[in-house]
T-cell receptor, first 113, second 116 residues
Framework: GAGVSQSPRYKVTKRGQDVALRCDPI?????LYWYRQALGQGPEFLTY????????KSGLPNDRFSAERPEGSISTLTIQRTEQRDSAMYRC???????????FGQGTRLTVV | AQKITQTQPGMFVQEKEAVTLDCTYD???????LFWYKQPSSGEMIFLIY??????QNATEGRYSLNFQKARKSANLVISASQLGDSAMYFC?????????????FGSGTQLTVLP
């Protein structure tokens, strides 16, 4: 596609529910990243894929968070048993290679009530 | 580990004036890239400019230029002829090229306000 597409744009969920956030990267981009951004702060790294391989998941805060990119294109970030502290903007980015500039999607605003 | 420091939480500039947003970084890697992103109130993250650690010339993109001083580990963004539409949060980020780590590390941002 023309840009990185994320869905849904907004998600409100009850504490304890699971959520799945989707990212459709720019066509041909091999690298895909997930970030989390709190209000007024810079994005914090969660995880990185090169093609379908999850190369780095050191930023995932705990084992309730997982991500996959099974065919090397669309990726899903899943948060199980959501907690209020998970509320944030979740951003996906993709880049042509692992060292070129990364382009961000519009983000998914997650609110856990 | 990499670290980005942006010491200016907020900056004001008069329309048509130039403004410099500060960014210092810390890494032990010799090969890395430095990036600036703009985040307007709409929330999107817009890539502005990139500088590689081995690039000899400072990067420029239209009204944006990156003042890269490797010895001082600084990568300041200069915006010339400020426009009202430049009002936004600006983030400095870096990515090392060695090893398998590929994530961008971001600073805390600078909120720029352009005054008419």
């Amino acid at each position: 596609g023309a840009g990185v597409s994320q869905s849904p744009r907004y998600k409100v969920t009850k504490r304890g529910q699971d959520v799945a956030l989707r990212c459709d990267p720019i066509s041909g981009h091999v690298s895909l990243y997930w970030y989390r951004q709190a209000l007024g702060q810079g994005p914090e790294f969660l995880t990185y894929f090169n093609y379908e391989a999850q190369q780095d998941k050191s930023g995932l805060p705990n084992d309730r968070f997982s991500a996959e990119r099974p065919e090397g294109s669309i990726s899903t970030l899943t948060i199980q048993r959501t907690e209020q502290r998970d509320s944030a903007m979740y951003r996906c980015a993709s880049s042509r290679t692992g060292t070129s500039e990364a382009f961000f999607g519009q983000g998914t605003r997650l609110t856990v009530v | 580990a990499q670290k980005i420091t942006q010491t200016q939480p907020g900056m004001f500039v008069q329309e048509k004036e130039a403004v410099t947003l500060d960014c210092t970084y810390d890494t032990s890697d010799q090969s890395y890239g430095l990036f600036w992103y703009k985040q307007p109130s709409s929330g999107e993250m817009i890539f502005l400019i990139y500088q590689g650690s081995y690039d000899e010339q400072n990067a420029t993109e239209g009204r944006y230029s990156l003042n890269f001083q490797k010895a001082r580990k600084s990568a300041n963004l200069v915006i010339s002829a400020s426009q009202l539409g430049d009002s936004a949060m600006y983030f400095c980020a870096m990515r090392v090229r060695s090893g398998s780590a590929r994530q961008l590390t971001f600073g805390s941002g600078t909120q720029l306000t352009v005054l008419p």
